[in-house]
């Protein structure tokens, strides 16, 4: 099952701008993460928000959580070509420590 | 891709054929994942092993099956009961720090059925 479902499914923008991608999802999670995939390669763990948090930074990355709307968004700011790659939410529920992984959103950032 | 490695990084399999895909973690993690990506899609999960010698169906495990005998190696094997395996398996473990979901994955093998 897809709990995460992403928006935009492509994003194309130029280096220097500011990427935005939301998540939302359908049931309660114990927190919300967020992966990101270039072709052909495995994932890597970007940054993880609990339920109880609101909003996380890391680097160039800022992610909020709105747990009333069951929805996240991952912004990249002042963006890199080196930042194309497809990224996924993914969400952990309270009754299981699974990850529920989203469609993704494949970003291209043009130099 | 830290310390998880999968192999081999291409694999063609005639159809009827079993195939076995390897992962290995030399980073102590308890807990060990497969999961399937469709082009275009996201992960879905196909088994996982919390501790040795212990493991579960996730989503789609039809056709799929999967051994947990050391605490590093989890390998999976295609059947040729998986009527459409062509797709790009992962392999990830999460650390035993408790209230850490963080999963740690492997650089994937590409299963391409001829």
């Known amino acids: 099952s897809q709990q995460g479902e992403e928006d935009p499914q492509a994003l194309s923008i130029q280096e220097g701008e500011n990427a935005t991608m939301n998540c939302s999802y359908k049931?309660?999670?114990?927190?919300l993460q967020w992966y990101r995939q270039n072709s052909g390669r495995g994932l890597v763990h970007l940054i993880l928000?609990?339920?109880?948090?609101r909003e996380k930074h890391s680097g160039r990355l800022r992610v909020t959580l709105d747990t009333s709307k069951k929805s996240s968004s991952l912004l990249i700011t002042a963006s890199r070509a080196a930042d194309t790659a497809s990224y996924f939410c993914a969400t952990v529920s309270d009754s299981s420590y699974k990850l529920i992984f989203g469609s993704g959103t494949r970003l291209l950032v043009r130099p | 891709d830290g310390g998880i490695t999968q192999s081999p990084k291409y694999l063609f399999r005639k159809e009827g054929q079993n195939v076995t895909l390897s992962c290995e973690q030399n980073l102590n993690h308890d807990a060990m994942y497969w999961y399937r990506q469709d082009p275009g899609q996201g992960l879905r999960l196909i088994y996982y092993s919390q501790i040795v010698n212990d493991f579960q169906k996730g989503d789609i495990a039809e056709g799929y099956s999967v051994s947990r005998e050391k605490k590093e190696s989890f390998p999976l094997t295609v059947t040729s009961a998986q009527k459409n395996p062509t797709a790009f398996y992962l392999c990830?473990?999460?650390?035993?720090?408790?209230?850490?979901?963080?999963?740690?994955f492997g650089p994937g093998t590409r299963l391409t059925v001829l």
């Open positions: 049931t309660s999670i114990n927190n």
């Open positions: 990830a473990s999460t650390p035993p720090v408790e209230g850490t979901d963080t999963q740690y």
């Open positions: 928000i609990r339920s109880n948090e």
